[in-house]
Each structure stands twice: as C-alpha cells, then as structure tokens.
C-alpha cells in the first residue's frame, strides 16, 4: 500500500465504481463534470467529517453513493 495515500473517495452507482479520487476537491470536479445536481466542495467537506458514506440522489432517480475509503 502507498504510505502517502491519506484519503480516497469513491463514487458508486449501480455497484460500480464511476469516480475516485485522492484529493476530496478533485473527487468534487470530477463528481460534477458527472452528474449536475452535485454539490459544491464546502457541502461534500462538511459530509465528511460526520460520516463517510454520502447519498446523493437525483431527478431521475440514480443515486450515487459517495464515500470515503482512507
């Protein structure tokens, strides 16, 4: 495993996985070049310090589940 890896976030829909990403900002970017309803940084920064899994649904019913790994 990578010493230097302090944090990995995922995004999972329909059990696959669609983003990750070791930086929570570019998981963030990417996330949103993706799917439009997403959220901003400081919204998704403050989810993750509660918890580490994050529910995002949208208008068509998809939901991602985002969550934090490391």
Do not use: C, G, P, W
């Not at 990578?2 to 970017?29: H, M, Q």
């Not at 529910?55 to 998809?62: E, P, Q, W």
Request: proline share 0%; charged share 35%.
């Amino acid at each position: 495993m990578i010493r230097d890896l302090k944090s990995l976030y995922v995004a999972i829909v329909d059990n696959k996985v669609v983003v990750f990403e070791t930086n929570l900002k570019l998981f963030v970017e990417e996330l949103a070049k993706i799917e439009k309803e997403a959220r901003n940084y400081d919204y998704y920064y403050r989810q993750f310090k509660l918890k580490n899994i994050v529910l995002l649904s949208n208008n068509d019913d998809k939901k991602y589940y985002l969550q934090k790994l490391l």
